[in-house]
């Protein structure tokens, strides 16, 4: 068995993660409505369409920013498709909502926030580095844990977090 990729482990089911982003759709209902969604890929897809569903938003488009690639380390962003300018003119992005799994440093809302500057941000999950940077979050982690969403999981044996515990 491999060691975890970092200190912390926050597995997130798929119960959990739903009910977290039906959270985060309850939080946004009083700042809406919103006229669009933007979400950012690839992270960003399975929240947007449960939170698209409970703010009965139709507009989605997307963002695409590479960032992580290894699963380890954030390497440099690549955006590999940008906002369709007729989303970004919605009320100069006052109306849209921009929707992502986490943030973590920041670095993907913040090249995002220089295409829709006036947009509100919201993630289900925030780290402190990028907490800042989002309008509205769920759960905040500490900087050190790695989340494992349930899309990169599979069912198998978990470790005790003591290392000597006995089983």
């Known amino acids: 068995m491999s060691e975890p990729l970092s200190p ?4 997130v089911s798929w119960d959990q993660f739903h009910r977290d982003a039906r959270a985060l759709a ?4 009083a700042n809406g ?15 947007a369409a449960i939170v698209s569903r409970e703010l009965g938003i139709r507009l989605i488009e ?13 390497g440099g962003l690549q955006v590999i498709k940008t906002i369709a300018d007729s989303v970004r003119a919605l009320g100069d992005g006052r109306k849209v909502l921009v929707v992502d799994d986490l943030v973590d440093t920041g670095k993907t809302v913040q090249v995002v926030r220089d ?24 759960t905040e982690v500490s900087q ?4 494992y969403f349930p899309w990169d999981l599979g069912y198998s044996f978990q470790p005790p977090i003591a290392k ?4």
């Open 33 to 47: 409505p919103f006229d669009a969604m933007v979400c950012i890929t690839r992270g960003g897809l399975v929240p």
């Open 144 to 147: 050190d844990t790695w989340i």
């Open 115 to 138: 295409m829709l500057p006036a947009a509100h941000y919201a993630t289900v999950y925030a780290k402190p580095l990028g907490r800042p940077l989002v309008d509205t979050f769920v």
């Open 26 to 29: 309850w939080r946004l209902s």
């Open 164 to 167: 000597d515990a006995k089983g």
């Open 8 to 11: 912390k482990a926050f597995p």
């Open 62 to 74: 997307t963002v695409c920013i590479a960032s992580y690639h290894d699963y380890q380390t954030q």
